[in-house]
């Protein structure tokens, strides 16, 4: 690891604005959070992983991988943030290195050559250049080289210095935040600005799950001015810093972009989500009581109360009708963070019993939370080995899983209804709607009459009576007519 | 014959190929319980293991040695000893196969030497088979990876034998199939072989580990395969049928191992493929005369093959897939009067590429398909799931081959070898000519449309 990217990885293990970084003693932050990895028994994703993640839902940017051809050729294409817009970002860009390229050190030529390319092909408002493993062991500069690229082609070309091995997943996130923070935001100012402006950080649009939550935020006259990277133009990235108010959506990993948002250009933000009723209530009325606090009309507060009211009592309405049907079903969730609490208390409104909840990747107060609605922390497990999960569900522990895609087929071969609630799924749960739809993929799953069929017994695994021996055929087979000849079907 | 050519750019657009890692991995998970072990950083692992689970739609045991940023410089050998030992601990397997990764290959490590140590210092690994291939992510792709893990299995489990010793009466026979071929396209060879009553072992199996079925329990290994114990006796078998160029020289080695002759067939799609394949059987199995049921088959076929030759004759298509499998679709639909006016493939080692009927074979990606695909006017796409934003881009139809297919179900299940699949094949090809129906208009000829003027005026303004 070059000392730049040593310190920036250093600087977000020593976020002031974590609890449990907080928590810790002087030479545990030094150590960092990056739990060590098990040779043999890990299954996470890298740290470029994660930044696009964070960084490729911003849909009219080109996402350019340097590195051979496994980081970006086995990872295109592959996640489900909607666009309303351009589509360049599901393009997959990389300068697919070989081996002459690394022994004769031609990664940076390329590199500048591929940039030129996309530029004199797609005019894309920027270039992201995401640095990997090979790349930044053979001591490939990209911040240089973007710096001269975009000096000689005029359309900014930013390096995303976060390889694989500096760490996980959720470290990639936060270094990808941190890239925008250095290199993008600030650096456009909007046309005009209003007092009702915000940023959404840490939401992806999954399945268009920005969607869901968007008519609100219409009706309230709130407008998404920047947003990393829910269905994102680089124009939202750019002019982030001029937005009243910050929320932030995925709690953990946007966390120290979020404070030093507040820091350098004053925007306060708060943390909330759009799983669940309650949760999506109380994220709109934080949003508009500090949209007030900093300008905004105070009549706000009492439209956003109005607006609450109605669409509760609607959702309330509509969930009532699935209640008989899915009342007193058991379920198991795996999932992390803030998707634990808040989802939790949504199933529970609907008679849902939740047996059991992972934690992993919570923050003490998800986990505290978690402990608040569940009432007590017997069901809250770190993390749950496939084949113990499966011992579970096998012995009808539970009657559902619900969790990401790691775990589905554990699910479905204990021949359990599993529901996909990470992001690769392909429905949004979002919003008052969200969790309509949520209740309805339950529903529909868990009374599927597949359940029943595929643990039928087979014919021969059931009891039955003995019904002796077919009588044997004399002489010839009156359909083919060959001679019956007992020896043919020995083996 | 198809000359290869590279573009000279320096971007890629829509990666066509799949790295040899992975391709590696999935050869080994035709091996019963087995799990692949990637040699590199937990991310490659993640992204493979994604890619297949979504392609099989089953659980993958893809497991990984962790390397960090230290163990990237101190070297690898630590973190191999702990993977071992850990997945030995958890999911009890009957063979590792190890695959590298570009990470690891660039840094450069003796890792079959450092495999001897570790083997020799840890006895409680037992009967663990432990099988390793070089597969850097920079050369090469899916095809090369799967020969290399093939070549590696062999030269480490199989032992030379004494011709001697030969049975001249055996009638088993190896069958070394090629990456391209579905569990389903497996079985269907294994079902040739089977007619005339030689017995194959196959390696590897992919047709009983990955064709998805619902098993009893959970394993954490792979869910079928070849035996480990099956693959030594193999030095014993009277033949080795390899499909697809790729696998001649894993081929070449099984037959210096046992002694035995060769035969590499570079397609089975097609009558005059399909028609070679079975000529050989016959002389192996020593038969004057084929089973009533594939003599039925090859009828079936060649019915079809005048049902379908009015849609694929002056067919033209880009075709974009590994060099194996191209050919293999390429020479069928060549056979029945269709032309490849862009071939993409992805990895110049294979020297297939200058068989394939096709006037260019381009290095290169997605990009290229639809870019040729558009100059050419072809009228059908042929590649993996991905090209679904060419087809779309370009408005033409996709026939969906080769890995991944990760946006329909049963891939596993598609057979386009022996006479059945390339029957399925041909109707597959022309029925996406056919629903591709366009009623001819006047404007198609040139000629002026009709004059309003004698069309009816109807006295609602309802369109009908």
Known sequence: ??????????????????????????????KGCAKPLTPGA????????????????????????????????????????????????????????????????HGEKKLYRAIREIVEKHAPPAVFVYSTCVTAMIGDDIAAVCKAATEAFGTPAIPVDVPGFAGSKNLGCKLGGEMMFRHVIGTQEPERTTDYDINIMGDYNLCGEL????????????????????????????????????????????????????????????????????????????????????????????????????????????????RPRVQGKRVLLYTGGHKSWSVVSALQEMGVEVVGTSVRKATDNDKARVIEVMGTEAHMYENMAPKDMYATLKASGADILMSGARSQFVGLKARVPWIDVNQEKHEAYAGYMGMVDLVRAIDRSANNPVWDDVRRPAPWDEDRPFAGHRPRIKDRCPVSGLANDPTDFED | MARLTRPRRAVSTNPLKTSAPLGAAMAYLGIERAVPLFHGA?????????????????????????????????????????????????????????????????????????????LAKRPDLGDLQVVYASTPDFAGAMEDGWAKAVTAIIDTMVPEIDPLHRDPDLRQVNLLPANYLTPAEVEEIVRLIRAFGLK?????????????????????????????????????????????????????LLGQRGHMPVQV????????????????????????????????????????????????????????????????????????????????????????????PSDTAILGDLGDLEDGARKTGADLLISHAHARHAAAATGLPLIRVGFPINDRLGAQDACRVGYRGTRAFLFEVANAVLAQSHTARPEDFGAAPISPEFEHDRPQTAPH
């Open chain 1, 1 to 30: 690891m070059s000392d730049a990217l040593k310190q920036t990885v250093q600087e977000a293990f020593n976020e002031p604005a974590c609890a449990t970084n907080r928590a810790k003693s002087a030479a545990d932050r030094k």
């Open chain 1, 211 to 322: 969607w869901q939550v968007k008519p609100l935020l219409d009706r309230l006259g709130i407008r998404i001015l920047g947003s990393l990277s829910a269905d994102a133009r680089y124009k939202q990235v750019a002019q982030m810093h001029r937005a009243r108010v910050s929320m932030l959506v995925c709690s953990h990993a946007l966390q120290g972009l979020a404070r030093k948002m507040q820091e350098k250009y004053g925007i306060p933000y708060f943390e909330g989500s759009f799983y669940g009723i309650s949760d999506t209530s109380e994220a709109l009325r934080t949003m508009c009581r500090m949209l007030v606090e900093r300008g905004a009309g105070a009549d706000l507060i009492d439209c956003c109360e109005a607006l609450i009211e109605e669409e509760e009592a609607k959702v309330r309405a509509e969930l009532e009708t699935y």
């Open chain 1, 42 to 105: 890990a299954a996470g994703g890298c740290a470029f992983d994660g930044a696009m993640i964070t960084l490729q839902p911003i849909v009219d940017v080109a996402h350019l991988v340097h590195a051979p051809l496994a980081c970006g050729g086995n990872s295109w294409d592959n996640r489900g943030s909607a666009s309303s817009g351009s589509m360049l970002y599901k393009t997959g860009f990389t300068t697919d290195l070989t081996e002459l390229d690394i022994v004769m050190g």
């Open chain 2, 42 to 118: 937990q991310g490659c692992t993640a992204f493979a293991m994604v890619h297949m689970v979504r392609h099989f739609r089953e659980a993958i045991p893809l497991q990984t040695t962790a390397m960090n940023e230290v163990s990237t410089i101190l070297g690898g050998a630590d973190q191999i000893e702990e993977a071992l030992a850990n997945l030995k601990k958890r999911a009890n397997p009957r063979f590792i196969g190890i695959a590298s990764t570009a990470l690891t290959e660039t840094r450069g490590e003796d890792v079959p030497g450092e495999l001897d140590d570790i």
């Open chain 2, 200 to 252: 194959p072992i196959v390696l590897p199996d992919i047709a009983s580990s990955l064709d998805g079925h619902l098993a009893d329990d959970w394993s954490g290994c792979s869910l079928g395969g070849t035996p480990v114990d099956d693959i030594p006796a193999m030095a014993k078998s009277a033949v080795t049928f390899a499909i697809g160029e790729s696998m001649r020289g894993a081929a070449d």
């Open chain 2, 265 to 356: 067939f570079p397609a089975l799609t097609g009558l005059q493929a399909v028609d070679n394949f079975v000529s050989a059987l016959m002389n192996v199995a020593g038969y004057a005369d084929a089973p009533p049921a594939i003599k039925r088959d090859r009828a079936r076929l060649q019915d079809a093959m005048l049902d379908a030759h009015f849609q694929t004759g002056g067919l033209r298509y880009a075709i974009a897939a590994d060099a194996d499998l191209a050919y293999a679709l390429t020479s069928a639909l060549a056979g029945m009067g269709a032309e490849a006016v862009c071939t993409v493939i992805t990895s110049p080692a294979n020297p297939i590429v200058e068989a394939i």
